[in-house]
């Protein structure tokens, strides 16, 4: 089998050793500056991106749609085709309308607590996932237009997602609480102890630095504690399945089954940072004594 | 046209890779089709085209994950220029020559890409190697392999090859 040969002459080896050299010294040196500029950069390009990436992600939705129906009539009996035909089409209804009215219940439960709790949060849909093996993300479509920045939380009505990492113009990339990167400020529900919920490599959560003389038990239920990044105080996490405490430990830590499963969102809201109330205004700015 | 070429091939990785391979995933881990194209862009376009659809990839795919936007840019930038490199010093190169190379450098990659990422501390060399470097590099080859293949046995590239000299 011959090479193919589509090599480009001395003086572009030149351009081409020149242009490495410069990226190179420029990472070493300005790792921080070029990333900036590379995010800017990023903006208008990540909405040409947008825009196959949605249409590929439409079609998939509806070939799986399509798959999944051919696959369930598979094993169908045809003894009769009229009755078969007929009962293809009543089948074919009846799912359509029971997929309708599953979507419109969960999207008014998404709407009602998003009324309730979030007035001023976004709703949005999940279009892909990473594009590489070392994060656990997903994307969602809807970007820096909508108002959706980094270290925004991101839930459903079921608990904690994760929270915003990168945004392009229509997009945006959620860190998931179950990668070991992500970070969330933690509340033992029953015993107000606090930590960090932290994600495993095995796709569970762990909720870390617990003080020891916790009563922390399995079955409890693990909230957001609001103190620090983008959640309100009381979202839940997850709930404890196992308590790890270390001889001569100065914490104690606990493993989580976090209450939304990853691998199944398909709508979340994003929270935005201006809707999260302050401690102090939680807390109620203190009046001047009389 | 080899720019149009080699625009379509960025725009249309990105979604390819971030929607249809989550669900032909295997042992959890999905190839990285931007390093297989990066590697046969240097290897039939040379170091130059390498290295600039590269870094462009490499810029595009980061976009769309929670990775920093140089890492991977640069280390894809470096693979196909390495590959260009390599392409100039080959004469004659089977698809079975292409998934051993395939192989090798996309675990040198994938024992680079943790230090350049500054994953967390659990995500330890063990891990690395036996959840991800490994499943993927083993992916990457067998899908390199099989596409090389497929253009040499089913496509005119002498053809192509003259079209893209013109």
Known sequence: ?290 | MKGLIYFAVIVGLVPVQSVLLAHISLWGVKPDLGFVAVCLVGLLGGELDGLLVGLALGWAMSLFSAQDLISSAVLKGIVGFVAGLAGRQVVYLSPLVLVIGLLVVSCLIGLVSPFALKLSGQQDWWWTVSTVVLPQACLDAVIGGLIYWLMWSRLNIEQLMAESRM
């Open chain 1, 1 to 290: 089998m011959r090479m193919v040969n589509l090599r480009a002459p001395y003086s572009a080896r030149r351009v081409a050793l020149i242009l490495a050299v410069i990226l190179v010294l420029g990472f070493l040196l300005l790792p921080g500056q070029l990333q900036t500029v590379f995010q800017q950069i990023g903006g208008p390009f990540g909405w040409i991106i947008s825009w196959p990436l949605q249409t590929v992600a439409g079609i998939h939705d509806r070939i799986g749609d399509t798959w999944g129906r051919y696959v369930a009539l598979q094993g169908v009996e045809d003894e009769n085709q009229h009755l078969k035909r007929e009962l293809d089409l009543l089948k074919e209804q009846n799912g359509q309308l029971r997929e309708a009215a599953v979507a419109t219940e969960r999207l008014s439960a998404l709407l009602e607590f998003r009324k309730q709790v979030l007035p001023t949060s976004v709703a949005a849909q999940v279009i892909g996932r990473d594009t590489g093996n070392w994060y656990k993300t997903i994307i969602l479509n809807k970007g820096a237009s909508d108002g959706l920045q980094s270290d925004q939380g991101v839930i459903t009505p079921a608990g904690v997602v994760g929270r915003v990492v990168k945004t392009t113009a229509s997009t945006a990339v959620v860190l998931l609480v179950t990668d070991p990167n992500n970070a969330i400020a933690g509340l033992i529900q029953r015993t107000r102890d606090e930590g960090i919920v932290e994600g495993t490599t095995q796709g569970q959560a762990r909720l870390k630095y617990i003080p020891l003389l916790s009563s922390a038990r399995p079955g409890d239920h693990v909230v957001t504690s609001g103190l620090v990044g983008g959640f309100p105080r009381g979202i839940p996490i997850g709930t404890i399945i196992r308590i790890d405490k270390e001889e001569e430990a100065l914490f104690q830590s606990a493993e989580l089954s976090p209450e939304v499963d990853p691998n199944r969102i398909e709508e979340v809201l994003v929270i935005l940072s201006s809707s999260i109330p302050g401690e102090g205004e939680r807390l109620g700015v203190p009046k001047p004594k009389p």
